[in-house]
């Protein structure tokens, strides 16, 4: 976070790819400006024609530095913005916090198989609902390698991180039976849905709550 005379400029970093947040301040109000800067374009995929074993082939193939692939690069970009923008809504609930939290602490099936309640107010679950919410991952998704570094619950014995990435395989298994995620097709990558995005903000809200003002 920086401070400077126009406002304040909040930066969500992942990797060499970041989104910026800036808030201005002029004579009509307040100004709130989000853009997304791609410095390193090939972690990203466009779906292009290429040569495979002599045969063309159309497939999503790595984005190009040059021009070639400047289409697919405003469309990143908004998509990256737009996703911030509707994380920033939830900071207004529109329905009760039991409207919210009640369908996901019961089990669910999906696919013919049962999964487990959450608990997404308990010590645990919202550790790790709360890394979710980073906004470097409004940029490229949510991947199981870039949880791994921050993950409350890390496996011991584990040199190798395997058991840890196999948990945290698991919880975004759960998470998307509850219908708090979505993998992208073609992909390992997820993203938060609306309904993940309210139950994440209203969680931390009820376990962060002040009880003194509360009941005031």
């Known amino acids: 976070m920086d401070k400077r005379r126009e406002g304040v400029c909040v930066k969500h970093f992942l990797q060499e790819n970041w989104i910026k947040m800036i808030k201005m301040y002029n004579k009509q109000g307040s100004v709130l400006r989000i853009e997304t800067t791609i410095n390193n374009p090939r972690r990203f995929k466009v779906s292009r024609r290429v040569t495979r074993q002599g045969k063309q082939v159309k497939l999503w193939a790595v984005l190009r530095k040059g021009i070639a692939d400047f289409r697919r690069r ?7 913005n ?3 923008l509707q994380a920033l809504s939830f900071a207004v609930l529109p329905v009760t916090a039991h409207r919210t939290l009640d369908p996901v602490s019961q089990p669910c099936l999906r696919k013919g198989r049962r999964y487990r ?4 107010i308990s010590p645990e679950d919202s550790q790790k609902l709360l890394l979710l919410q980073d906004g ?3 940029i490229e998704g949510i991947r199981n390698r870039d949880q791994q ?3 409350p619950d890390p496996a011991s014995n584990d040199p190798g991180g395997k058991r840890t990435a196999g948990r945290i ?6 998470l998307t039976a509850h219908g708090l995620l979505s993998k992208i097709p073609h992909t390992q990558c ?3 849905t609306l309904k993940g995005q309210s139950v994440i903000t209203c969680a931390l809200r009820v376990r962060n709550a002040d009880m003194k003002k509360l009941v005031a």
């Open 117 to 120: 309640a959450l608990r997404p």
């Open 136 to 138: 470097r991952f409004a």
């Open 74 to 80: 405003p469309e990143i970009c908004v998509a990256a």
């Open 169 to 174: 395989t698991r919880w975004l298994r759960l």
């Open 82 to 84: 737009r996703r911030y």
């Open 190 to 192: 997820y993203r938060l």
């Open 149 to 151: 570094a921050d993950w």
